[in-house]
């Protein structure tokens, strides 16, 4: 039996075709693992960022505390928080006085995590005034 002359030219397309189907589909898996990866990543620094917020925000309570009840203005207090303890945090406390009897603290808080250039390096400080 001889074969047509035109199914030999076909026999190799297949192959072809199912070659780049192979790379196709690998060239999308690659992308979709790079996608995955990056958006776990951000949730995971997202997280910390929150996570030190909260901290900093602790320290500040923690200092009003310690001026509105022991009457004690700490300049720099470093403080263990057993649920961050991860982070560094520090609460700082600046006390001035004005005629009239006037006394305002400023008072911040800080909170940070790894080191600056780190990728999960973070730092977050707010500052607030008290009147007494």
Not at 40 to 48: D, F, G, L, T
Not at 65 to 73: E, I, K, L, R, Y
């Amino acid at each position: 039996m001889e074969r047509a002359l035109g199914s030999n030219k076909q026999s190799g397309f297949a192959l072809v075709a199912s070659v780049f189907l192979v790379v196709v589909l690998a060239l999308a898996a690659t992308f979709m693992a790079r996608v995955s990866g990056a958006g776990y990543a951000s949730q995971a620094q997202h997280i910390i960022t929150n996570r030190a917020r909260q901290a900093a925000l602790a320290a500040i309570e923690h200092a009003i505390h310690q001026v509105a009840v022991n009457g004690v203005c700490i300049a720099n207090e470093p403080l263990s928080i057993s649920a961050y303890d991860n982070l560094n945090v520090s609460s700082q406390c600046d006390v001035e006085s004005y005629l009239g009897g006037i006394t305002i603290y400023r008072i911040s808080g800080s909170a940070s995590q790894g080191n600056l250039g780190q990728l999960e390096y973070v730092w977050r400080q707010y500052h607030v005034s008290l009147e007494l």
